[in-house]
């Protein structure tokens, strides 16, 4: 898939830690808990820390304990692609930035959360930066 942002790998390695490149470009896991955004309450807009682009809003985040930031949908449906992930002996469905195709965790379905979409989208810190509100 073509993304409208592209970069050479050499870019990307130089652009991002080494941390956020193993997640973002390898489709890595941060370890559960230890992210920066994982309880934050901060009103604000989620967006990809690879190419800016506005994925997830404070509205949409909730409170699942499972370690990682959740949330029951992205701030615009075009926002991210969703791709089926067969790794690791499981059957998942990758979240990844429409925009430039960088790994932001996964989505899963039927959990019985309380939340309107029955969808928590489990998405690593590393893969987001926080623009807090400026009320």
């Known amino acids: 898939m073509a993304y409208d942002v592209e970069k050479p790998d050499e870019q ?3 652009e991002l830690n080494p ?10 896991t941060e370890p559960a808990f230890t992210g920066e955004y994982t309880d934050t309450k901060t ?6 820390r690879a190419c800016g682009a506005e994925l997830f809003t404070s509205t ?25 992930d067969r790794s690791h002996g499981m059957v998942r469905t990758e979240v990844r930035c429409a925009r ?29 930066t926080l623009a807090p509100d400026e009320s």
């Open 100 to 128: 430039c195709g960088s790994h932001l965790g996964h989505v899963f379905e039927g959990e019985g959360y309380p939340t309107p979409t029955d969808q928590r989208y489990c998405i690593n810190s590393i893969s987001l």
């Open 19 to 28: 941390a956020e490149y193993a997640v973002l470009r390898q489709a890595g």
């Open 60 to 84: 949409e985040k909730f409170e699942s304990h499972c370690g990682w930031p959740s949330f029951y949908d992205p701030k615009d449906s075009d926002a991210v692609e969703l791709i089926e």
């Open 43 to 48: 009103t604000g807009v989620y967006s990809c």
């Open 12 to 14: 990307w390695r130089a």
